[in-house]
C-alpha cells in the first residue's frame, strides 16, 4: 500500500511541472499578443501622432524665428544712434 501512495505521489509531482509548464506557456502567448497588438496598431498611432506634432511645432518654431530676424534685419539694425 504505501508503495501505490508513493507511486501515486510521483504521479502528482509530475503533472505539477507540466501544469507549471503549461501557465508559463500561457503568460507567454498572452505577453505576445499584447505585444503583437502594441506595435501593429495601437500605439503606432499614437507614437506617429506625437512625432508629427513635434515636427509642425518645429516648423512653426522656424517660421516664426525667421520672420522676427527678417523683421529686425529689414528697419535698420536696431538701436544705432551714437552720441560721439
Known sequence: ?????QKLMDKLKKSEKGQGMVEY???IAFVAAIAIYVLNGGMRTAVNQA?????NMVTSATTQANLESATTTGNGGGNGGGNG
Do not use: E
Open 1 to 5: 500500500m504505501i508503495k501505490y501512495i
Open 25 to 27: 506557456a500561457l503568460i
Open 51 to 55: 512625432f508629427t506634432n513635434a515636427s
